[in-house]
C-alpha cells in the first residue's frame, strides 16, 4: 500500500478480500485447497511408517519431507476464515482420540460403558467429548426447557425446579474426577484387556459448575433431625437411583449443569446431573429429575445387585462409595511401543476420594526401587494430579509401576494386598498398583507381578 | 406447557417476595431464595415412585404369581429366558438352596460363581421398585401396579422363594424372606470420607522385594482382540501404538483380509451398527442362537423359500415390524416398530448377504 492509497487518520482500511483475487477467495470460502490431499498424502505414510516398524531411521525419513528448504502449502496459501465450524472440532489428524467400548462386556450398547482413551492425553482435564460413558437405558436426550427437579420428602417446603430456576442460585466451579466404582474391575482376577484406556479409561476430571446441594437442601428446609440421606433418581429410563448421606451432601455434593465451560453433554446428563466428589460414579446420577430427603438407605438395586463387593466369605460389602487412593502411568503404557533408546517421560495420573494427593513415587524394576515423582501444579482434592519422571531407558526389560499417597497417609496397595483381604470377585473398587512391561523390542505389554 | 409457564410466573413472582423476606428470614425456616414452584402432593404422587425394604412408599395393589407369568412372558422372557435363566444380563433366577431360606446367606455366594438375583438380593421391595422404574427395559414404566406386583411374585417364584399359589401385595411384600438378607455388610472404610482403608500400601524406597515374578500376561491371541492398538494411540511422539493386527494368527497376511472382509454399507449406514444401535443383538448373533435364532439361520430360511429376493425382503421386514412367536420358539419376539423402514431395509439385506 503506497503512501497515496493510505486513507487519512480515524478512516476505515479496507477489508482484507480486496487483496486476493476472487478465484482465491472462492478457494479459501470453500476450505478446498490442493494442500488438504498432498497433507493427507504425508500423514498417510508417516501412518504406514509407524505402524509397520516405527524404527527412529524411517520416521526421520518420513519428516525429511518437511525439512528446509521445503516451505509447506499451507504457508504459500490462504486458510478458511473464522466461523466455518461454528463448534471447532478436533484435528482430524487426532482420529486416534476416541472413546471406545470393550468387546463383549456387554450384550447392548444402551447398557455399557464407553472408556476414555487416557493414553491420548495431557494434564488433568478429561476433554468432555471423550468423557468415559455409563449408560443403562441409553442417553436420555432432554430438553432443557422441559426438565424438572423435584426435591421432597422429610422438608418443609417440597420444591419443583426447572433449568431457569436452578441456573439462578449461586453457583460454584470445582475440578473434580469421576471414577466409576467397576474402574480396572476386569484387572481383579488376571490381566485381561491391553491399554489403559481399558484397565484405567472409567475415569475423568472436569470443572464442573453448578449450586451446592447443602444450598437447595436449606432452600426448602429439610429436616436436620430426621434427614440422614437423599435419594436421588435420574429421568432416563433407568430411572436410575443412589442413596447419598446427608454427611456427603452437605460437604461437597453438587446439583451440575456446566463441564468444562458449556452445558454438560447428553452423555454426561444434560441438563442437570449429581456431582457426589470422590465417591463412585454411580452415585453422580446424571439427568437429575429427583432428590427425596429420607430416615434410611433406600437399598436400591444399585445397592444391592450391583456396585457391591463380594468379599471372599461371600458377604458383600454395600454401600462402598469412596474411591480410594489410586494412580497409573499413562506414557508408556500398555499397547504402546518405545521408539528407540534413551531418554524418556514417564507420566501420569494420581487420585484419592478421600482428599489430596501428597505424593507419587515411580518403579521401573517392578517395585525393588522407588523414586519421587514430580506433581505438577495445581494439586487439588478429589481432584486427578499430573505426575512426572525422568527415566532413561536403556533397552533392557522394565517394569513400570507408580504408588499414589494422599493426604489421609493411604499408599495405593499392591493387587496381592488387595487379593489377601478382598479375594478377585470384589469387582468394584479395584485400586492396585498397576504394572506395565517394556520389552527389550520396544513394546510394553500389561502384565500382574508378584 | 402450561406447566413451565405457570412454573416461570409464579417463580418470578416468588423470587420478588423473597427478596423481600431475606432481609428478614435466614437459614432453613423461610426459603432465602423462593425459586420455583411448590411440589403439590398429587406432583409427588406422580413421580415418587420408589419403594423402600421399610415400607416406606409402599404402593396399594397385588398380583398373584400366575398372573405374573403372563406378564413375564409377554414382555420379560424375550430377554431374560422362559425360566430367567438367560445370561445376556444378571440371571434372574437359579441358584438359590433350600437351606439359604433359613440361613438368609445364599451359600453359591462363597464361589462367588452363582450370582444371579435370587443368590444376590437382600430385599423383595428392590425388586419391585426396579422392576417399576426400569422394565420393560425398551418400555420402562408401562407396567400397572397391580402387572407389577403379579411379575414380581413370579420371578421370586422362579426363584423358589414363594409357591406357586402366593399372592404378592403391599402387606407381604415386607414379610418375604430373601435368601440372602444377611449377606450384606456396611463394616468397612469406604461409606465415609473418613472411613478407615482395609489395605495399607507401604512405603519402602529400596530393594523392596525379591526378583520380580510375573503372575499374568495378556495371551497373544488376545492382543488384538480390542481392536489394532496402533490406531488408538496418537501417532507421534516417543510412544506408538503397537500393530496388534501382527497377533493374529497368520499375522500381516490376515490383517490385510480384515480391512477388506467387513460387512458392507448399504445406503451409507452400516447394517452391523443399526442392529447394534436397535438392540436386535439382545436376541440374535450372527451364528449363534441366543433368545431368538441366528440371523444365519433366518436368512436360510427365506431365501430357501422365497425364490424372489424382493418378496422376501418385505415378507421379513413385514415379520419384524408386526412381531410374532411359535415359528422358532415359544418366546414371543416384540413388534419392532421403533425401526425405521430404510433402516430395516438395510437389515434385511445384510442378513441375507449371510446365506450367499
Known sequence: MSQQQRPAPGRVIPAPENHVTPEQYAQARTGRRGFMQQAALATGGMLAAAVGAPALGQTAK???AAEPPHLPSWTRSLGPGVAVTGYGLPSKFESAVQRRQSPGLTRTPQSSVSFTPLQNLFGIITPSGVHFERHHSGVAEINPHDHRLMIHGLV?????????DILRFPSVSRMHFIECGANSGMEWGNVA????QYTHGMLACSEFTGVLLSTLLEEVGYDKARGKYILAEGADGSALTRTIPVEFALDDVMVVYGQNGEMLRPENGYPLRLLVPGVQGVSSVKWLRRLEVGDKPWNTREESLHYVDLLPDGTHRQYSGVQEVKSVITTPSGGQKLTTKGFYEISGLAWSGRGKIRRVDVSTDGGRNWRTAVLQDPVMTKCLTRFRIDWNWDGSPAYLQSRAVDDTGHVQPAISALRAVRGTRSIYHNNAIKTWAVQPNGEVWNVQVA | MSRSRKAFGAAVAAATLAAVASAFAQGGDRPRFGFGVPATPQDIATWDIDMRPDGHGVKKGRGTVQQGQAVYDAKCAVCHGTFGESNSYLVIAGGVEPEDLKTGRAAGLKSGEVRTVGTKLN??????????????WTAPQSLTIDENYAVTAYVLHLNEIVPADFELNDQTILTVQMPNRNGFTTHHGMGSVKGKPDVQGTLCMKDCAGPVKVTSTLPEYARNAHGNLAEQKRDMGPFRGIDTRLYEPGGARVAV?????????????DAQELITRNACVVCHAVNARIVGPSFAEISARYTSRYAVRAEAET???NKIKAGGSGVWGAVPMPPQSNVKDEEMKTIVKWIFTLTQ
Not at chain 1, 418443609?156 to 431457569?164: A, G, K, Y
Not at chain 2, 480391512?259 to 451409507?268: I, L, M, V
Open chain 1, 62 to 64: 518420513a519428516a525429511a
Open chain 1, 156 to 164: 418443609q417446603r417440597p420444591l419443583i425446579l426447572s433449568m431457569d
Open chain 1, 193 to 196: 484387556v491391553p491399554t489403559v
Open chain 2, 123 to 136: 430385599y423383595a421391595t428392590t425388586l419391585w421398585d426396579y422392576i417399576y422404574r426400569a422394565m420393560p
Open chain 2, 257 to 269: 483380509a480384515d480391512t477388506e472382509g467387513k460387512a458392507p454399507a448399504q445406503g451409507g449406514i
Open chain 2, 315 to 317: 415378507l421379513l421386514v
